[in-house]
């Protein structure tokens, strides 16, 4: 009987303790590029000439910054998430230039 009662206990922490992931909304990664006009002036006033680019998603019919919907949508780096195993990756890109039309396969 006791050995039950533990069984029964483990499984109602356990099941407690399972996280329920976030709704993701139906959301094209790529959305549109728009050009990032606090940046460009920075980069201009360092001399670097071109448009700096920032990717904004439309998400539930809202126009969202892509940084803004990983931070909502993907608070945890170690998920197991594809959509936010994809916006990491995507990420990891336009962060190093601005956001890019040209992403590798797969994303």
């Known amino acids: 009987m006791l050995r039950l009662f533990m069984l029964?206990?483990?499984?109602?922490?356990?099941?407690?303790?399972?996280?329920?992931?976030?709704?993701?909304?139906?959301?094209?990664?790529?959305?549109?590029?728009?050009?990032?006009?606090?940046?460009?002036?920075?980069?201009?006033?360092?001399?670097?000439?071109?448009?700096?680019f920032k990717r904004v998603l439309s998400v539930n019919g809202q126009d969202m910054d892509f940084g803004a919907f990983v931070k909502q949508y993907c608070p945890d780096s170690n998920t197991r998430n594809e959509t936010c195993i994809k916006a990491f990756r995507i990420k990891k890109i336009d962060d190093v230039s601005g956001a890019t039309r040209f992403l590798p396969n797969g994303l």
């Open 8 to 52: 029964v206990a483990a499984g109602l922490l356990l099941s407690a303790c399972s996280k329920e992931e976030a709704e993701f909304p139906t959301v094209d990664l790529h959305g549109r590029l728009v050009v990032d006009q606090e940046m460009t002036t920075s980069r201009q006033a360092q001399g670097i000439q071109g448009e700096y």
